[in-house]
C-alpha cells in the first residue's frame, strides 16, 4: 500500500499542500507514495523560518549543537531497518547498498558533532603588536538540493557540517527520491528535537522544481547552496549562485578510470572493476566507466572480470535481498544508457558480458572496442555498463584517462606504491585510491572533483570552512599612533 506523505516540514511543523506528487517504485512503476509538492511561497515560508531560527541556534554553545547532532545519529541508527526498506522502495537500490548506506549516514552527522571541538580560527602575528585572529562564524541560512543515487548518505554529507557549525538549512530533496533523501530527515530531525527552524524540508514535483530552485538559489536571505548531481543542473546553479555572489558548493558528475598495471594482484584488481562498475547499478557519481588495463594483462583480466561479473543477478531488490543489480531510476535514465550501448555496437564495440536493456532493468555489461568517437567514452553513462580498454605505457593510460571534461575519481591497481603514486599525481582528478576503486567516501575527508565534476569540497571541515565566514578580528593591545596630523 502507498504512503502518504502530504505535508512539508516548516519551523518545526507540519503544513499541508493543495497538491501531490506520485512518488514510484522504479522497480515496477508502481505508487510508492504520495508526497506534498511544495511551489514558491512554501520555499519561501521555510526560508523565512530558517531565518527566524538562525540567531537562537548559532546563539547556543557547540557543545549543545554537537550534542543534537548526536541525537540525530542515534534517531537514524534507530531507524536503520525502515531506512533500508525505504532505499530498496523508493530509489531501487540493492539490500546491501542500503544497509551500506544506513550505517554510513550516523558517522556523518557524529563526524559533524566531532567538528564543532576543532579550532575556529587562528592567531596570527601583528606587526603593531595587536591581538590579531581570524575567526569562523555561521552564515545564515544555507540551501541543501540533494541528489537520488545515495539520497540519504548525500543529503546528510550536505547539511550535517553546516547545521552543526550553526547554520539553518533549508533542505530541496530529489523529485525521485523526496522521502529517502528529505523527509525522513524532518521526521529524524524532529524525533531528537532539534529546535524548530533548523531544518525546513520542501519537496517538490518535477514541475516546480525550476521555480522552488530558483527561489532556494536567489533568494536574498539564502547565503550558501549545497548541490550534488548532475553537472548541467551544477553549472545553472553556480552561475545563478555566483551571479548573487553567493557561496556554493558543487559536487557533480564523472566518468572515472580505474588504471589496471601489468603488476597488480589480479584478485584485486578484478573486485574493484567489479564493485567500482556495477555498484547501485554504476548510479554512483565516481563509478567506474572506463577500466585501462595495461596488455600484457589485458586478456587475462578481460576473462577473470567477464566471469566475476557474469555473477550478480539482476531483479526487483524488494523480491530478493541477493538481486544486486536493481532498476535504473526512470525510463530516462534507462533510455539513455540503452543509447550508448547501441551506439557503441553500431561503431564496432563489442559486448563480451551483457548488453540487454529490458525496461529499467540493464544488464550488467562490459564493452571492448571502445573509441574516441563513440558516446560511452565520453559521456556519463550512470549505469552498469563499462568499457575496457588496453594501454601500452602509464602515459598511455593517463592520457587516456585525462581525455574527459570530468575530473572526480580515479583509481590505480599496482603493487608499486611509488608508481601508483607518480600515476595519481598526474591525473587530473580530485581524488585518487591506489589499489582501491573509484568509489570511495569518509565522512571527514575533502570530498570533490575538478574539471567539469565541481566545484569545492564536501565532507569534514572543508564543509565547515565552505559553509561559515572567516572574519579578521583585532585587539589594539600595542599603543599604535596614528599620523600626527590626524
Known sequence: ???????????????????????????????????????????????????????????????????????????????????????????????????????????????????????????????????????????????????????????????????????????????????????????????????AGVLNVVSCSRDNVSAVGDELIENPLIKGISFTGSTPVGRII????????????????????????????????????????????????????????????????????????AKLKVGDPLADNGNVIGPLINDKQAGKVKEQIEDALAKGAKAVLGGKVEGRFVEPTILTGVTPDMKIYAEETFGPVVPVIPFREDSEAIAIANDSEYGLSSGVITRNEARGLAIAGALETGMCHINCSSVNDEPHVPFGGSKSSGVGRHGGRWSTETFTETRWVTLERGGRKYPPVF
Open 238 to 309: 553556480a552561475a545563478k549562485a555566483g551571479a548573487h555572489l553567493k557561496k556554493c558548493c558543487v559536487e557533480l558528475g564523472g566518468k572515472d578510470a580505474l588504471i589496471i598495471c601489468e603488476d597488480a594482484d589480479m584478485e584485486r584488481a578484478t573486485s574493484a572493476a567489479n564493485f567500482g562498475s556495477f555498484m547501485h547499478q554504476g548510479q554512483i557519481c565516481m563509478s567506474v566507466e572506463k577500466i585501462l588495463v595495461q596488455e600484457q594483462i589485458y586478456d587475462d583480466f578481460l576473462q577473470a572480470f567477464v566471469a566475476r561479473a
Open 1 to 195: 500500500m502507498a504512503r502518504t506523505m502530504d505535508n512539508l516540514y516548516i519551523g518545526g511543523s507540519w503544513v499541508a499542500t493543495s497538491s501531490k506528487f506520485a512518488d514510484l517504485n522504479p522497480a515496477d512503476g508502481s505508487l510508492w507514495a504520495e508526497v506534498a509538492d511544495g511551489d514558491v511561497q512554501m520555499a519561501r515560508r521555510a526560508i523565512d523560518s530558517a531565518q527566524s531560527a538562525f540567531r537562537q541556534w548559532a546563539g547556543l554553545s557547540y557543545s549543545e549543537r554537537a550534542h543534537y547532532m548526536l541525537k540525530v545519529a542515534d534517531e537514524f541508527e534507530r531507524r536503520r531497518d525502515d531506512l533500508v526498506q525505504a532505499l530498496q522502495g523508493e530509489g531501487g537500490g540493492w539490500f546491501g547498498k542500503g544497509m551500506f548506506e544506513a550505517g554510513y549516514v550516523p558517522e556523518v552527522f557524529r563526524a559533524a558533532a566531532a567538528m564543532n571541538y576543532n579550532a575556529i580560527g587562528e592567531v596570527m602575528p601583528s606587526e603593531h603588536h595587536k591581538i590579531s585572529m581570524a575567526m569562523r562564524r555561521p552564515m545564515g541560512v544555507v540551501t541543501v538540493i540533494s541528489p537520488w543515487n545515495f539520497p540519504t548518505l548525500l543529503t546528510a554529507r550536505g547539511l550535517a557540517f553546516p547545521i552543526a557549525a550553526g547554520n539553518c538549512v533549508v533542505l530541496k530533496p530529489s523529485e525521485e527520491t523526496p522521502y529517502t533523501g528529505g523527509l525522513i530527515f524532518a521526521e529524524i530531525f524532529e524525533a531528537a528535537g532539534v529546535p
